[in-house]
Antibody
């Protein structure tokens, strides 16, 4: 059964870079041709898609965040990562990693999801 | 961007009664070439990630109880819980995947009356 587990810094200072990693178990990040995704949820609020990364390194980002976001894949570790620069308090959120469900498709729903990491931006 | 608007923001339903959640997209999410609606529904319980319920607007995910059903086409969609159970208390979200950026509705909180 495919499982995703996020990890990374839970407290980030304003203007610094948020860094998160998602470790995939129960399957290879390179098989099946899926995109791997990041989605965030400010406390008590709704969901926002951040972007996808493919095992080849191809990416799709939400235009509202594109200038600050970088996603990458480490196939040797079966992991994918998110970096978000110049963070502010409005970037405080639970960050979820997830698999895009339709192979090879950037337009898809998400399943499964990782448990999520609460990242707080504060000095 | 396609804006997804859910209604109501919250609803309270008696156990065993029907719960109906609406989702409206600012543009049609019906793809003409395959006649599929690019819409999914999720359930999120406190402290948990969203759980997939429905995709292609009306296809139930494996293992999801059949009291959950999705309907609608184009810009107007509905998630129905035919007989509310205590374990269905959650926030429900719709999501369009017709185009990027992928977008979600604001959520509907379902409680027991």
């Amino acid at each position: 059964q495919l499982q995703l587990q996020g990890s990374g810094s839970r407290l980030v200072k304003p203007s610094q870079t948020l860094s998160l990693t998602c470790t995939v178990s129960g399957g290879s990040i390179s098989s099946g041709g899926y995109f791997w995704s990041w989605i965030r949820q400010p406390p008590g609020k709704g969901l926002e898609w951040i972007g996808h990364v493919y095992h080849t390194g191809d990416t799709y980002y939400n235009p509202t965040l594109k200038s600050r976001v970088t996603m990458s894949v480490d196939r040797s570790k079966n992991q994918f990562s998110l970096e978000m620069s110049s963070v502010t308090a409005s970037d405080t959120a639970i960050y979820y990693c997830a698999r895009a469900r339709i192979p090879g498709a950037e337009r898809t729903w998400f399943d499964p999801w990782g448990q999520g990491i609460l990242v707080t931006v504060s000095s | 961007d396609i804006v997804m608007t859910q209604s109501p923001d919250s609803l309270a339903v008696s156990l065993g009664e029907r719960a109906t959640i609406n989702c409206k997209s600012s543009l049609s999410v019906l793809y003409s070439s395959n006649r599929k609606n690019y819409l999914a529904w999720y359930q999120q319980k406190p402290g948990q990630p969203p759980k997939l319920l429905i995709f292609w607007a009306s296809s139930r995910e494996s293992g999801v109880p059949d009291r959950f059903s999705g309907s609608g086409s184009g810009t107007d969609f509905t998630l129905t819980i035919s007989s509310l159970q205590a374990e269905d208390v959650a926030v429900y979200y719709c999501q369009q995947y017709y185009t990027t950026p992928l977008t979600f509705g604001g959520g509907t909180k379902v409680e027991i009356k």
